[in-house]
């Protein structure tokens, strides 16, 4: 077995020491922007004895592998004795630095070890290069090592090291073991073992696979184990199965756990769970004066690490958290750790792409790793990929700090007036947004006050208003780092918005490239959907090329249970909205219930119309109906979305009067009606199987509300030799409504009506978008679809009696 590991991964990993503190880190965020040209500028300087950017490897053969630590020396010097030149730039105040950094030394000293193994010195030097990025100022830390001090510290360092080598080249070993003997879990229903096949061959072949497999088909199974299987063939190393909601890790994990206990599976997983909802500290704040899980954490934490590798296959949160108290360690901190150790991680989407999130340990060099993307719920991703990479600068926020700062004596005042002063002279009040060439004084103008603000923050670490110039300081980083990426994806604008002010926007309108380059760095990507119509639009969107593969999964449900409608009689249209189409839409509601009781939900293109169809049935069909109608509220609690779930659930007798609009019994003929947001937190993830749920009515197209971002999507395709609106408008909309449709059929034993309430779904452009298992499709109004809908559930009841 081959294990690698960067000389900066096992420097980090086993030099660390002491306590966490993530209250301020500027010197380290900002320097990565600036470092590369101060490497280059000094290396240049330097005479024709010194060699830059110099390959190392040192290799360890033991009985149970080879261990290969690897890097890049900044500088080697020739001379006597030789010396290794460690670069770092930094914001810091130099004349505040009395020693190195002692990571930073650390590595420098694992290059020095290595060069003088494999070249027989004596003794050889190490330099710590310290450059100010904001005056260039250089400071120098020598240090000279004999042959013995500098080995016999190496391999301290490598034996501490070994420990967990050891382990995970003998977990390698029963992990490939148990892939090899495990089975699918069930048999196979139709189109699965092609799905499977075609992942399996995609992985082989290292291109990315865009899959569009219906609800009910088995996704997630027929993803992970075919990847499973390659790594256990050698094809990877580890998986990374990305999603972009919590219930679908949740389902994620329950797939590993299933092959766990089916399969004898030997897989370790862990779950990446955001910070503030894995956090034991009361305040939740990253500092070890007040969390007793910062103080010490690193002290603690690999033996906390070898606890958990050695007993838990399942690193979930839970799991995460029991093993955190038990040794006194930060959850979140430990949850990165143990991934190395890992052979899937299941985490959001902005674990990878995000350029400010993303895993560094993993992704830091932009370079080829040995994973296998799975990434659920991809349609999610082209959003979720805009706002990645898009960024906003205010006028607000400067201008609020600098009213709070107006009598605090501050060093980056002046530049902070000069920003608020530009802004200030480019805005307007007009709604419609101004489409900006360039913003190149801004950016350098900002650029300055970034630096300023940083070098501030290394030398006072709690002064007035730190926390609110700690906020800005990294909203003004974003935008800077936003700013380095723009290319022909991006559109920059201007607008005035009634709740945000004056703002320049960065909108990365096409995220392919961005995410293109993320998804590079794994062996192969697996994207898949239930919802993803067009194919075309969205691997156009998320960083396809020709070279990859596309593949529409068969349903296997029998479409004889399943009714679809569309109702000719009725729109959503925003001209047409009014008392007459609410009504309308509230007998069709009516209607629907009135031929078969139980579970049913209506989707809304808004909470404002929701509203007004709620008040309409409250008012008008609930008493007869005898119905129990929740309404989404526009900002649920976590445990207000469980509670309204839980009134779906078969069989549940909870009453929530808090939720509930009506004083009804329930019973088993029950009625219960979810009012929702199409798009919304109830629209996609939920899984509400048999009697939960036997009725999807969907009001409108989806079509996202137009707004100024919306409109500059619009001229951007329409430019570009697309259709601007399917684009911005029709295809996104269209997504959202096959989405909400998709809560009704979960499972083959799955009965339910998916009612269409908007005449524009009779259009070629929307029926064209219909998945092609839609089949059967009847057109119905106010006075046929009692009719319709009564005759198809007479079809099932005779059908059961079969």
């Known amino acids: 077995m081959q294990i690698n590991i960067s000389v900066r991964g096992l420097v980090e990993f086993i030099l660390r020491q002491g306590d966490i503190d993530n209250r301020i880190h500027t010197s380290a965020e900002n320097a990565m922007l600036e470092g590369g040209r101060i490497h280059r500028k000094i290396q240049k300087m330097q005479g024709s004895s010194y060699h830059a950017e110099v390959p190392l490897s040192y290799n360890i053969h033991t009985s149970k592998y080879d261990l290969t630590i690897e890097g890049r020396a900044d500088g080697i010097e020739e001379g006597d004795p030789v010396v290794i030149d460690e670069i770092k730039g930094t914001y810091r105040n130099l004349d505040h630095m009395d020693e190195p950094v002692p990571v930073h030394l650390a590595q420098a000293k694992v290059y020095a070890a290595i060069y003088l193994i494999q070249n027989t010195l004596e003794q050889i030097g190490v330099r710590m290069t310290y450059c100010s990025l904001e005056t260039e100022q250089l400071k120098y830390f020598n240090f000279t090592y004999t042959a013995s001090e500098i080995v016999g510290w190496f ?49 082989v072949h290292g291109k990315k696979l865009f899959l569009e497999a219906p609800t009910g088909t088995g996704k997630t199974i027929t993803t992970v184990f075919p990847a499973i299987a390659a790594i256990g063939q050698g094809k990877a190393e580890k998986l990374f199965y990305m999603t972009a909601k919590t219930l679908t890790a949740a389902a994620a994990s329950d797939t590993f756990q299933l092959l766990r206990r089916t399969g004898k599976l030997r897989f370790k997983t862990a779950i990446i769970t955001a910070k503030d909802k894995i956090c034991l500290s009361k305040d939740g704040e990253c500092n070890p004066e007040k969390c007793p899980y910062a103080k010490g954490h690193y002290d603690r934490i690999n033996e906390a690490m070898l606890d958990l590798m050695v007993n838990e296959d399942n690193y979930s949160r839970d799991t995460i958290q029991y093993y955190a108290r038990k040794h006194m360690v930060c959850p979140f901190e430990l949850s990165l750790d143990i991934s190395l150790f890992a052979d899937g991680i299941i985490c959001d989407y902005n674990y990878v792409f995000d350029p400010f999130v993303y895993l560094k340990r993993y992704f830091a060099d932009n370079s080829k790793g040995n994973y296998i993307f799975l990434i659920d719920e991809a349609h999610n991703l082209v959003d979720r990929g805009r706002s990645m990479y898009s960024a906003d600068m205010r006028l607000m926020p400067i201008q609020d ?402």
């Not at 080598?165 to 092609?194: H, L, M, V």
Request: hydrophobic content about 35%; some cysteine.
């Open 155 to 203: 391999e301290e360092v490598i034996d501490k090291y070994k420990v967990f080598a050891d382990f995970k080249a003998e977990w390698n070993n029963t992990c490939t073991s148990s892939i090899k003997k495990c089975e699918f879990p069930f048999p196979y229903r139709k189109g699965q073992k092609e799905l499977a096949s075609g992942v399996y061959r995609t992985i």
């Open 401 to 802: 700090l600098k009213d709070m700062l107006r009598s605090v004596s501050v060093p980056f005042k002046g530049q902070m007036t000069a920003l608020y002063n530009l802004l200030v002279s480019m805005g307007d009040s007009s709604d419609r947004p101004q489409m900006l060439e360039t913003i190149e004084p801004l950016a350098v103008m900002a650029d300055k006050l970034s630096s300023s603000i940083s070098s501030y923050l290394d030398d006072v670490s709690d002064g007035p208003y730190h926390d609110e110039i700690v906020d800005y300081y990294f909203e003004l980083t974003r935008f800077l780092t936003i700013y380095e990426k723009l290319d022909d994806h991006y559109r920059i604008y201007q607008e005035w918005d009634e709740n945000e002010g004056f703002r320049i926007r960065l909108l990365c309108v096409n995220p392919s490239e961005n995410l293109g380059a993320c998804m590079s760095m794994a062996v192969s990507t697996i994207l898949f959907s239930a919802t993803f119509l067009p194919i075309q639009y969205y691997k156009e969107l998320l960083g396809g090329t020709d070279e990859d593969y596309e593949m529409y999964s068969n349903s296997s449900f029998d479409p004889e249970k399943r009714c679809i409608v569309i109702a000719k009689d009725v729109t959503s249209r925003y001209a047409d909205r009014g008392p007459v189409q609410y009504e309308r839409i509230a007998e069709y509601i009516h209607r629907i219930v009135q031929k078969k009781r139980g579970n049913y939900m209506v989707f809304f293109p808004s909470h404002a119309f929701l509203e007004e169809v709620y008040e309409v049935y409250l008012s008008k069909f609930a008493e007869i109906d005898a119905a129990q109608v929740l309404a989404q509220g526009s900002n649920m609690s976590e445990e207000e979305r469980e509670m309204f779930l839980d009134m779906f659930s078969e069989g549940n007798d909870v009453n929530l009067s808090d939720l509930i609009n009506m004083d009804v019994d329930i019973e088993d003929d029950r009625v219960v009606i979810g009012f929702c947001v199409t798009g919304g937190i109830f629209s996609e993830s939920i899984d509400l199987r048999k009697d939960s749920l036997i009725g999807s009515i969907i009001v409108g197209c989806g079509i996202p509300l137009v707004c100024n971002e919306r409109e500059v999507l619009r001229h951007y395709f329409d430019e570009n030799g697309r259709d601007g609106y399917d684009f911005a408008y029709r295809y996104p909309g269209m997504n959202k409504v096959l989405q909400a449709a998709g809560r009704v059929i979960r499972t083959e034993e799955d009965t339910g009506v998916v009612a269409l309430l908007d005449n524009r779904f009779l259009q070629s452009s929307y029926k064209s978008l219909f998945p092609r298992e839609w089949k059967g499709i009847t057109t119905v109004t106010t006075e046929t679809v009692n009719s319709e809908i009564g005759d198809f559930w007479s079809r099932i009841s005779q059908y059961k009696d079969l």
